[in-house]
């Protein structure tokens, strides 16, 4: 399907502007540019009581411009006004259902079992594909068809029109994506971003649906014993935050699954052995606790999990992190917060200046 203009979907609701309300990309002609056809860009949304979210996904889905989009939206039976809006698009959707499922990725599960895309991702129901994105991604799957597909990505806070930091993906392999407690410092991910061929999808099969909140590392660290990766180093798409959100709201939850899917693979890693790979884990999970974030401080849970860090394996004071969480918890929270505001402040504005229109 090509890709409805502004005018052809509904208009959008009062007060709402700029994109993907009143703002479309630009219309790709009918072929690239060496004459071929467009690969066919198959994404799938999951959602479950997101109204106040979904019709910004859909139209960022649909106002790319591009010529061969196939979207599917997988619905959970929402009693919120989700249904209601998703109809509102039904004539743009390949494919669409509401009904009960066993939770997030059993949705995309379904959704891709559906798909007939040369390429394949899903985009969550709070989440949003950028202007221009899938452009980007066609023409790097032109140069790169075998290859795992990696866009860059805007995180922002909910409710906020200032940009909260810019994920640029890089040094994604197995090896990084086990060492989680690296993340942020030696390599970047983010889902959102991540575009694959539908040979390496048909080759590992589908998300593991045991998993309720990293089923999408998992299935990476899958991808990445068969592929590798490129990357656009364009930004495509935004992930929001926001508290009512699985990964904010149920950290304490996460938190094991982030360690199960470590410990799935952390034997193919040279140089990783049991006892070094718990007490790095430990450093991770204190991190969160004593982060600069605060949405999760516990001074009390960070400082016995560096405790127990060091009393399995002392190389844990070797990490980059352990001595600055070490500090933190020694700060006054009163002193942490001012700290968290400056960054931000400043992270917002390096932002706004190098990003002004994402």
Same mark, same amino acid.
């Given at each position: 399907?090509?890709?409805?203009?502004?005018?052809?979907?509904?208009?959008?609701?009062?007060?709402?502007?700029? &994109?993907?309300?009143?703002?479309?990309?630009?219309?790709?002609?009918?072929?690239?540019?060496?004459?071929?056809?467009?690969?066919?860009?198959?994404?799938?949304?999951?959602?479950?009581?997101?109204? #106040?979210?979904?019709?910004?996904?859909?139209?960022?889905?649909?106002?790319?411009?591009?010529?061969?989009?196939?979207?599917?939206?997988?619905?959970?039976?929402?009693?919120?006004?989700?249904?209601?809006?998703?109809?509102?698009?039904?004539?743009?959707?390949?494919?669409?259902?509401?009904?009960?499922?066993?939770? /997030?990725?059993?949705?995309?599960?379904?959704? $891709?079992?559906?798909?007939?895309?040369?390429?394949?991702?899903?985009?969550?129901?709070?989440?949003?594909?950028?202007?221009?994105?899938?452009?980007?991604?066609?023409?790097?799957? /032109?140069?790169?068809?075998?290859?795992?597909?990696?866009?860059?990505?805007?995180?922002?806070?909910?409710?906020?029109?200032? $940009?909260?930091?810019?994920? *640029?993906?890089?040094?994604?392999?197995?090896?990084?994506?086990? +060492?989680?407690? =690296? #993340?942020?410092?030696?390599?970047?991910?983010?889902?959102?971003?991540?575009?694959?061929?539908? $040979?390496?999808?048909? +080759?590992?099969?589908?998300?593991?649906?045991?998993?309720?909140?990293?089923?999408?590392?998992?299935?990476?660290?899958?991808?990445? =014993?068969?592929?590798?990766?490129?990357?656009?180093?364009?930004?495509?798409?935004?992930?929001?935050?926001? *508290?009512?959100?699985?990964?904010?709201?149920?950290?304490? +939850?996460?938190?094991?699954?982030?360690?199960?899917?470590? &410990?799935?693979?952390?034997?193919?890693?040279?140089?990783?052995?049991?006892?070094?790979?718990? %007490? %790095?884990?430990?450093?991770?999970?204190?991190?969160?606790?004593?982060?600069?974030?605060?949405?999760?401080?516990?001074?009390?849970?960070?400082?016995?999990?560096?405790?127990?860090?060091? #009393? /399995?394996?002392?190389? %844990?004071?070797?990490?980059?992190?352990?001595?600055?969480?070490?500090?933190?918890?020694?700060?006054?929270?009163?002193?942490?917060?001012?700290?968290?505001?400056?960054?931000?402040?400043?992270?917002?504005?390096?932002?706004?200046?190098?990003?002004?229109?994402?």
């Amino acid at each position: 399907m090509r890709c409805p203009t502004l005018s052809e979907l509904p208009p959008p609701p009062c007060g709402k502007v700029g &994109w993907p309300w009143t703002e479309e990309s630009s219309q790709l002609p009918d072929t690239m540019s060496n004459g071929s056809s467009w690969p066919r860009i198959s994404i799938v949304t999951s959602s479950y009581n997101q109204g #106040q979210f979904i019709e910004e996904t859909i139209r960022s889905i649909l106002l790319q411009g591009y010529p061969n989009l196939e979207y599917i939206i997988i619905d959970g039976a929402s009693t919120d006004s989700s249904v209601e809006i998703i109809r509102k698009y039904e004539p743009w959707l390949a494919y669409w259902e509401s009904k009960p499922d066993k939770g /997030q990725a059993h949705a995309i599960n379904k959704g $891709f079992a559906l798909a007939t895309g040369d390429l394949l991702n899903w985009i969550n129901s709070d989440d949003l594909l950028l202007a221009e994105a899938l452009g980007h991604v066609a023409t790097a799957y /032109q140069r790169h068809p075998n290859s795992i597909l990696l866009g860059d990505i805007v995180t922002f806070l909910s409710g906020s029109n200032d $940009f909260f930091q810019v994920w *640029y993906q890089r040094n994604v392999t197995l090896e990084s994506m086990v +060492k989680v407690w =690296q #993340q942020g410092v030696t390599w970047v991910w983010g889902q959102q971003g991540t575009f694959v061929p539908r $040979f390496l999808y048909k +080759k590992i099969g589908d998300l593991d649906e045991t998993l309720r909140y990293v089923f999408d590392r998992d299935w990476m660290c899958c991808l990445l =014993q068969h592929a590798s990766v490129n990357y656009l180093h364009k930004l495509v798409a935004k992930f929001r935050y926001h *508290y009512a959100s699985k990964t904010v709201e149920e950290v304490n +939850k996460w938190l094991p699954e982030q360690a199960t899917v470590t &410990w799935r693979y952390y034997s193919q890693v040279k140089g990783l052995n049991q006892s070094f790979t718990a %007490a %790095a884990l430990k450093v991770w999970q204190a991190q969160i606790y004593l982060g600069l974030g605060l949405n999760y401080w516990d001074r009390k849970k960070g400082v016995i999990l560096l405790g127990q860090a060091v #009393q /399995q394996d002392w190389r %844990a004071v070797m990490l980059p992190t352990f001595i600055n969480l070490c500090f933190r918890a020694l700060m006054p929270l009163n002193l942490l917060h001012a700290i968290r505001t400056a960054y931000h402040r400043a992270l917002s504005y390096t932002l706004l200046r190098g990003n002004k229109d994402p």
